[in-house]
Structure formats: C-alpha cells, structure tokens
C-alpha cells in the first residue's frame, strides 16, 4: 500500500475514507486488529511487514507518537493500527493515553500484543493487565534472535498453554515469524487471567465491574479489565465512564475514593505490584538463561558509548563523521553537482531559452526564468541547494537512530541539559531539528512534561537552525574563515543556554529527572534506513516546494510592484544602521519570514558583497530569527495560538537585538 | 521508607560491576515516578547489576540496560544480591 494509504489519528473518529484502502473498508465496517507494547519493541516494523505501510521506525523508544492505520495486506477487510508504546496501564503520558483511546474507542477483533523476548518478565506484566479486557489476542514475543543471543530461551507452547492464546516468536526486522503470525490471527482468543488480586482489591474490582455492566456496559472490552483500569486511575476509562454512565457516576466514584482510601493512597502502585508478581511467577516457569561468561559485542560497545572517558572523543568522532557526510559531502560536493553541472550548466539555460522562445509575455516569462523566477529561483533552491543537503542529514540521521546511538546521547547530553531546565531526552528533538525544525517540534511529544515540551520547542524555533540553513551558513562562513564558523557557532550555543535557562527559570514546574532505556547497539539494516529517509524526504519536500514558490511569488511581486525597494527603504535603519549589513539584505530577511532558510539563501547569493562581519552578523541574525512557515503552524498546532504568537514577539526582536549586538562586538573586537 | 537495615545502601553508591538485589524505594520518589520504574522492571527483590555510575548510574535489569539520574539512584536503596 502506498504512503498515502495511512493515515493518522489523536482520536478515532468516524471519519469520511479518503484512501483508496478505507473506502474498501469504511471503519464503522472496520475490524480493527491493534498492535500493542511496550516502546521499542518493534510494534512500527511488524506493522509494515503486515501492511506494506511505512512508518517512522527507530531505535529508541517514543518514535510512534500517534495511532497510525493502514490496511491489512493478508486481510483487506481488516484496519490495522500501530498504537504508541506504552510503558506500562492504567496509562499516564500521553502516548499511552492515546493507545487506551484507541482500546476504548476501535471496533477491535483482535490485539497483537508485541513483546520484547528478551524481556519477558515486563512483557507478560502488560499481558496480565490486558488479558483483562476480554478481547481475542495473540502475543509476538518480537526480538527473539537478540533474546537467543543473551542465551534467553522461552518455552512458547507451555507459555501459550498457560495464556490460552498463541504465543509466537518473531524477528520483525527480519521477516521472521511474521507468516505463521498472520496465520495465528484467526486461532487469537481472550486469555486466561493471570491473577487473582487481594481479598479486599478483588471486591472493589468486582463491585466496579457490576457497576460498570449495568450502566455502561463496553461493546467490546470487558467490565472487569475496565474496573481494573479505573481503579487504577487511568484518566481515558476515567472520562469515558463518566460521559456513558452519566448522573449515577458519583458510585463509581466513591468506591474508588474508598478503596483508595484502605490502600493509603498506593491503589495504583499495589495493582501493579500484584500484576509484577503474577508476571514472574509465570516467566520463572517457561525461561531458561544459560550462563555468559562475558558481555555480548553490542553490550561492550553501548557501554563504551557512554562511558564518562570514551563517551566524549565518541561523540566528537560520529559529529565529524556526520560533518563529513553532511557539510562536505552533501553541503559541497552533491550541491555542486547538483546546482552548477545541472542546474546552472544544463537545466536552467534550457529551459530558459524554451521559455523566452515560447513565451510571448514578459512578465510571464521573468515570472518563471527571472531574476526572482519560479523555476529560477524557487525549484533551483530547493532542488539544488536544500536537496542534497536534507537528504544527506536524513540518511545520517536514520543511521544514527537505528543503531541505537541516540538513546545514549541523552545521557552523555543530560548534564547539560539540565543547566536549561530540561533533560538529556530533549536531545532527540534538537538533534532532528538539525534536519528539519518543523518535524523536530512534532517530536517533542516524547517529552514527559508540558513545560519540557514549551522549553523545547521554543529553543527550536530560537536557536536551532535546519539542515538546509545549517548547510547555507557553512557553505557561506566556511568561506569567511574559520573564525567565522566558530563566532557563529559559539553565538548560537550561547543564545540557547541563556534563553533556555531563562526560559527555565521563567517558566513554572520542576524539572524530570532523566529514567531512560538504552536498547541494544544494533548494525542498521541498509533499507530500512534508505525507506526512512526516502519517507521524511518526500515529507520534507511535498513542504518545501509550495514554500520555495509562494515565497518567490511574493518576492516576483514585491518586486514588480515596486514594494521591494520600499521594503529595503523602511528596514534600511534596522538593517543597515543597527544590524550593519547591505540595505539590500532587508529581502534576505522578508524571504525569512517564509523559511529561514530561504532567508539564508538570499543572504548567501549576495555573499560576494558582504564583508566578514556583515556576514558573520547576517547568519547570525538569520538563525536566530523565527523558523520557516511550516514550523510556526506547528507550533500552533502544539501550543495553540497564543503562546505561537508570543514565541514569535519575544523571537523576532531578540534575534536583531542579538544580531545588533555582534555587529558592535565584532566591529570593536574582531577584524 | 528510610533503610532499616545497615546493608542497605543507595543504588547511587554501589561501584560498577556490582550486582545487587533492590530492597525497596524511597520516600522521596513520589507515586508515579515509582510506577514508572515498576514498569521499567524494578522491583523489590529483583536483582540487578550496576554498568556505571558516570555521567548516570546505568545499570542491567533482567536484559534491559537502563539509565537513571543520580537524584533517582540516590532513593533506590539495594542490598546484598
């Protein structure tokens, strides 16, 4: 199935098909099968083999932040969902908030409960909770061969016999299993509980569940596993019993008020505890652990990798690495290739002579082959000069993200980020925002807390330029001088320190210590990869090509009008007087306010008249100043409105302020 | 929960390569940070082992390396594998 066949949902709502895929299977028709887990087990790999649909996949555990739906491959009639790992029910972030959505709200037929073998122990303590809920399920015990390889070895049919349902082992990545899982589907049955809780526990379960069936009875999850939930204080049963029970609600309240009360507020804490137990009771009785004298390879090598000696020279060898790849590679010899052997040298003179020969109307002809054309300049921007560069840092990116680098970054990261209020997680959007801001800001929902996520994006759309203007401002300072790079470097690691210990200190809560999973160092598979990058590059440039010609449209415009000149006449005080730059830069930064980065191409086309502190400030200046289009509709979409709109007033002003303030600095101390 | 016992230490102060047993949780990691290491696999009685204790304290739970701040390790109390 195509990409466009999936399509992704917060909230399930009856909606209109609009793949070819739904429209077979409208969803109120739809039999929903659910992928569920812990994160990072492999729920987002195992939903391509069994769709053909890709996701965003990697190694390190958030990636999936929404529920994401695409049909069946072995079955057209029935709707798929690959659901947010859930590090553990009654749900408490977001992401598990949204798979008990998922769970409340989908016609399901069946759950493929995905597990780590290796960790079988957590693996079974979700079975416990899940096998609740009444519905047909199956469970991948996925990752098998790494299980194997730490001597792990589960005894699937005695394992199955005690659950009641087939139990399977699988190697997603690798195709393993997949085949006898999809024929398992139709064998899927509710399984057998795997406790009984304490006396007292189980009578307020009991009572909630009669509660439960008499009011508001679920089509499809059991009254028991609801109870269990609610009891347990999870806020999506929470909310959905309150708006199906309506007015006698207030029972169901006071039984869990009072069962809370006996359990001295732990109810939650000694419902889990029971269910750890259950978990390892029966792990005990299916797994065998043969004895290793000494760590796997992969093991050695994720240690070393955060090591407080080695973790440092590692991280500076993979950024020059990346650097290499990226701002060599990419930035200079894929873009000379691309813009001046086949832009400049071939396409652009073609298509240039096709269309003054073709073309009768001048206007329309310097609209498209000008000197503000749409295929001049906006396709040459963004095929030539932002292309290579993307592509280069998203092949890199996916690299680094299934090797399982990245989860090891947050705590060689996590000191730092701790001086900005934030912890090593906040890593993970930073550094994909170095691709790309827009996508970046999205992913701060795998940040625990709404403060973290305010913090975050705001550095983004601050500090932290894309790969496409990361690319501009090496190519234009590296041929400035070294000290150019270095100023502009040190000038945008300072800004994001101090805005984001003010941003800290400013914004009210506490700061999350960091508990993460480090999941095994891997070798990434070549296609995976290639189809990761090829998914964010289409991503990337259905963005960035209307954006590159609407900007270019309202340059063509303002040109012809003669609006630019007046333009560059109003911002001549700003820009010449205080930021010390040419009167012509003034475009540069109206093409800003479109993408920064396309701002940044304005600034380096005219680079030749620049001297080294008009440029070193110019960058500078560009940088800070407020992300392209797309990310500030993000942002919008992700704190709403008012705090979008307040980012950009406290941006916008502070990035002239800052630019103003390195021209004065430089001119006194640098030349 | 303060440490009744004198074995007891805090996961924080346990040298790299040691494996412990978790004895319980202190007071000061409030009810929903103690879920989340519950579900991460900690729990009481469980045995694990410490990989490091620089920048973080990472340590191995069954087959799951996991890393936590110190202000976390410091109210993890183990004992005595």
Excluded at chain 1, 219 to 241: F, K, Q
Excluded at chain 2, 19 to 30: N, S
Aim: charged fraction near 15%; glycine fraction near 8%.
């Amino acid at each position: 199935m195509a990409l466009s066949g999936i399509r992704r949902t917060r909230r399930w709502m009856p909606q209109i098909p609009e793949t070819e895929s739904s429209v077979t299977t409208p969803l109120t028709t739809s039999n929903a099968i659910l992928l569920v887990g812990h994160p990072n087990v492999g729920k987002s790999v195992l939903f391509h083999r069994l769709t053909g649909a890709y996701v965003n996949v990697s190694n390190y555990p958030g990636t999936t932040v929404e529920v994401t739906r695409a049909s069946a491959r072995f079955d057209r009639e029935a709707m798929l969902l690959d659901t947010p790992g859930v590090l553990s029910l009654p749900s408490r972030s977001d992401d598990e908030r949204a798979t008990m959505r998922a769970l409340l709200e989908e016609r399901t037929r069946c759950l493929v409960q995905v597990g780590d073998a290796k960790n079988l122990r957590r693996t079974l303590t979700l079975t416990a909770l899940l096998a609740e809920l009444g519905v047909p399920m199956v469970l991948a015990l996925n990752m098998h061969d790494e299980a194997a390889a730490r001597g792990v070895t589960v005894d699937l049919p005695a394992l199955a016999k005690d659950l009641g349902i087939p139990v399977l082992a699988t190697v997603a990545t690798g195709g393993e299993g997949v085949a006898e899982l999809i024929g398992s589907l139709p064998d899927a049955c509710p399984p057998q509980a795997l406790l009984r809780y304490d006396g007292e526990i189980e009578a307020d379960i009991a009572r909630a569940s009669e509660i439960i069936t008499r009011l508001a009875p679920h089509p499809y999850l059991a009254a028991r596993g609801l109870a269990i939930l609610y009891l347990g204080g999870d806020p999506e049963v929470t909310t959905w019993l309150h708006e199906h029970i309506g007015a006698n609600y207030a029972l169901l309240e006071t039984l869990r008020e009072q069962a809370a009360r006996r359990a001295e507020g732990k109810l939650p804490a000694l419902l889990a505890c029971e269910r750890t137990q259950a978990a390892d009771v029966l792990t005990t009785a299916v797994i065998q652990r043969a004895l290793r004298s000494s760590p796997l390879l992969a093991q050695r090598i994720g240690q070393y990798v955060v090591d407080p000696l080695w973790g440092i020279p590692i991280l500076l060898a993979m950024l020059y690495l990346v650097y290499q790849f990226v701002g060599v590679f990419g930035a200079t010899t894929l873009v000379g290739l691309m813009e001046e052997d086949l832009f400049e040298g071939i396409l652009n003179p073609a298509f240039s002579d096709f269309v003054n020969s073709s073309v009768t109307i001048p206007w329309m002809a310097e609209l498209l082959v000008g000197q503000y054309g749409l295929w001049t300049m906006g396709m040459t921007y963004a095929l030539a000069l932002i292309l290579p560069i993307v592509s280069t840092f998203f092949f890199a990116f996916g690299v680094l993200e299934d090797s399982g680098y990245l989860p090891r970054l947050t705590v060689i990261a996590n000191r730092l980020f701790a001086l900005i209020g934030l912890n090593g997680r906040a890593v993970l959007p930073m550094v994909l925002g170095l691709g790309c801001v827009t996508m970046a800001t999205l992913t701060t929902r795998i940040l625990h807390s709404p403060r973290e996520r305010l913090i975050t994006i705001f550095l983004l759309a601050l500090a932290i330029p894309c790969s496409a203007q990361l690319g501009v401002v090496l190519g234009m300072l590296g041929g400035v001088s070294f000290s150019a790079v270095l100023i502009w470097v040190l000038a945008m690691i300072g800004v994001l320190l101090l805005s984001g210990f003010l941003a800290a200190k400013l914004i009210p809560g506490q700061r999350i210590p960091l508990v993460t999973e480090l999941p095994p160092m891997r070798l990434p598979i070549l296609g995976n990869v290639l189809k990761k990058t090829g998914g964010r590059l289409k991503w990337y440039l259905i963005e960035v090509i209307p954006l590159f010609l609407l900007g270019t449209l309202i340059m063509f415009i303002l040109d012809k009008t003669g609006a630019l000149p007046g333009i560059i006449r109003i911002g001549e005080p700003l820009v010449s007087g205080w930021l010390g730059l040419p009167p012509e830069a003034s475009a540069a930064f109206v093409m800003g306010f479109l993408r920064r980065d396309f701002g940044a191409t304005g600034l380096f086309a005219m680079a030749h008249t620049l001297s080294p502190i008009q440029a070193v400030v110019g960058m500078i200046t560009i940088t800070l100043f407020i992300p392209c289009f797309a990310s500030l509709m993000m942002m919008v979409k992700e704190q709403g409105l008012k705090v979008a709109v307040a980012m950009v007033a406290v941006i916008v002003p502070f990035a002239f302020l800052v630019g103003g303030l390195f021209n004065i600095a430089l001119r006194a101390f640098w030349s | 929960m303060s440490p009744k016992h004198e074995a007891r230490l805090p996961l924080a102060f346990i040298p790299p390569g040691k494996e412990v047993r978790l004895a319980a949780f202190g007071d000061e990691i409030d009810a929903l940070q103690r879920e989340q290491l519950t579900a991460y696999g900690l729990a009481e009685g469980r045995p694990l082992k410490v990989l490091q204790q620089r920048p973080m304290t990472v340590i191995l739970a069954d087959e799951v390396e996991l890393a936590l701040e110190h202000a976390v390790a410091r109210h993890i109390w183990v004992e005595k594998a």
